[in-house]
């Protein structure tokens, strides 16, 4: 290497080293983009990008009802196992109608999802069941607040949140 | 010799003791105060508040951390030399302290005033080595020998070109007594030694950040990447002490910093010991963005940077010093 080689470098990496200098001066005198979180929670339209566990999405014309068609790809996809969806099973011919039985997903004659549930304490936030899912009716929640005394808590009906939340016209 | 010579300031015994319980005070208090700007500047650079909780602004935090830290208890790992791993935080934090004797707060406010006071502040500082290689073999630990082994490399290297850079200030103002040296600047930049030399200056800033291994050159501590090192197994105060010798280093190195190259305790309007503090501050505040700043350097980037380019300038700029001042002379 030679002498104006390295002299040239010399002088890119200082400067470097005074952009990065101004970079941090900068930051020190703006204000804090931090909330003190038990005082104050982050904006909602800040979480956009959080990955909370995932739900279901709603219809564009319903939004209390899912896209889902229950196929069940998102169960088979779960690494973790943790989601369950549960179909009404049509009854046999000469049965007495009394109460629907529910069977895994997918079920013969049945295109809507009678149960869904998900179990975040199993969850890894991996993704695959959104990525699955044929008709994109799962997301990840933009939900960070979850406290629970026990662990069967975290088993999430996510057709009731749904309802939840389309009533409160949060989507 | 009665009491009245033994009370008196000007007797250097007496001197001596009221000196070090001042120093002792003052780099507690310091170590407290550094903390808390040290985790401030962290948040405010990180877009975040820093400590908030404790006292207003979070004030109180050193404190409470300094409590937690002392009343931790003090384990030695089995198989370890104990005279020598309980020697080493000592041996850190005691050179320390002495090296503050020489330092020029105010022509009228000085520890110890001495003609030798840069040699006896980098010979006090070289003691620190010495800690560090004891408390990584003490440790009886492979990470705290590897630690030690790479602080002393880095200390090593970097106090070639510091001592080079200072040598060519002092053959500049033809003294090693630091008042001297400062009394020769005057109140204005333009007097300053670190505007007329500005290569030893910023030699001088660049080692004195890896001497005190602060970040960017900050591998004998990174806990997480590399095992810490050195103090990979002292607990509470042991740390402590560790901890505490850094920060009184990085007042040392800034005070030197002021003394040699920003005119020391000279400036308009307000008292000399303001001055002097007010430039430690400003150094300190620097290396505290600095570290907060970069990332920090690969083991091999830290040696190149010293053997082959600090120590080939601070030569240079030595040999230009000490032309100039011939000529001068
Ligand atoms: S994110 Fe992964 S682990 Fe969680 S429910 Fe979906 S597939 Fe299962
Ligand atoms: S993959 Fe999608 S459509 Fe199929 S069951 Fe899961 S959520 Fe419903």
Not at chain 1, 91 to 112: L, Y
């Amino acid at each position: 290497m030679s002498v104006s080689q390295l002299i040239e470098e010399a002088y890119t990496g200082l400067k470097s080293l005074v952009i990065g200098l101004g970079v941090t001066g900068k930051a020190l005198t703006q204000p804090g983009v931090t909330v003190l979180y038990p005082m104050e929670e982050v904006a909602r339209d800040n979480l956009a990008s959080f990955r909370g566990h995932v739900e279901l999405v709603g219809k564009d014309e319903d939004p209390a009802v899912p896209k889902c068609v229950a196929c069940g790809a998102c169960v088979k996809a779960c690494p973790s196992d943790c989601i369950t969806i549960l179909c009404p099973i049509p009854a046999k011919e000469g049965e007495a109608g009394g109460e629907v039985k529910m069977g895994p997903a997918p079920q013969k004659g049945s295109k809507t999802p009678g149960a869904v549930y998900v179990d975040f304490s199993l969850c890894s936030l991996c993704g695959q069941c959104a990525k699955t899912c044929p008709v994109d009716s799962l997301k990840f929640s933009d939900n960070p607040y979850m406290v629970r005394f026990d662990r069967k808590e975290f088993r999430i009906d996510l057709l009731a949140r749904l309802k939840r939340l389309a009533g409160e016209g949060l989507e | 010799m009665n009491l009245e010579t033994l009370l008196s300031l000007e007797y250097p015994l007496t001197r001596l003791v009221i000196g070090l319980l001042c120093i002792f005070a003052f780099v507690g208090l310091n170590g407290l105060v550094l903390v808390w700007v040290e985790r401030k500047v962290a948040g405010h650079c990180q877009l975040r508040p820093g400590p908030l909780h404790v006292g207003p602004h979070g004030l109180l935090q050193p404190l409470v951390d300094a409590v937690k830290l002392i009343g931790k208890q003090l384990v030695a790992p089995s198989g370890s030399d104990k005279i020598l791993y309980w020697a080493a935080p000592l041996l850190a934090f005691a050179p320390a302290t002495v090296c503050f004797l020489p330092l020029p707060f105010d022509p009228r406010l000085a520890p110890i005033p001495m003609n030798l006071g840069l040699v006896l502040i980098l010979a006090f500082s070289g003691l620190g080595v010495l800690s560090l290689i004891l408390a990584g073999w003490g440790s009886n630990n492979k990470w705290g020998l590897l630690g030690a082994a790479r602080s002393v490399a880095q200390s090593v290297a970097y106090e070639v070109p510091l001592l080079l850079s200072v040598m060519a200030v002092a053959i500049t103002a033809g003294s090693l007594d630091l008042y001297q040296i400062s009394a020769q600047q005057g109140a204005w930049p333009w007097q300053w030694y670190g505007v007329k030399n500005p290569l030893a200056f910023f030699i001088f800033l660049v080692c004195a950040v890896a001497e005190t291994n602060r970040a960017p050159f900050d591998l004998p501590e990174a806990e997480s990447e590399l095992t810490a090192g050195f103090h990979t197994e002292y607990s509470g105060m042991g740390f402590g002490l560790f901890f505490l010798a850094e920060y009184a280093n990085m007042i040392i190195v800034s005070g030197v910093a002021a003394a040699l190259f920003l005119g020391g305790w000279q400036g308009p309007f307000l008292p000399g010991v303001l001055w002097f503090l007010v430039k430690i501050y400003c150094i300190l505040f620097f290396i505290i963005w600095l570290r907060w700043t970069y990332p920090r350097v690969r083991f091999d980037q830290l040696l190149n940077l010293s053997w082959k380019w600090l120590t080939p300038l601070a030569l240079i700029d030595l040999a230009l010093a000490v032309i100039v001042a011939g000529f001068g002379g």
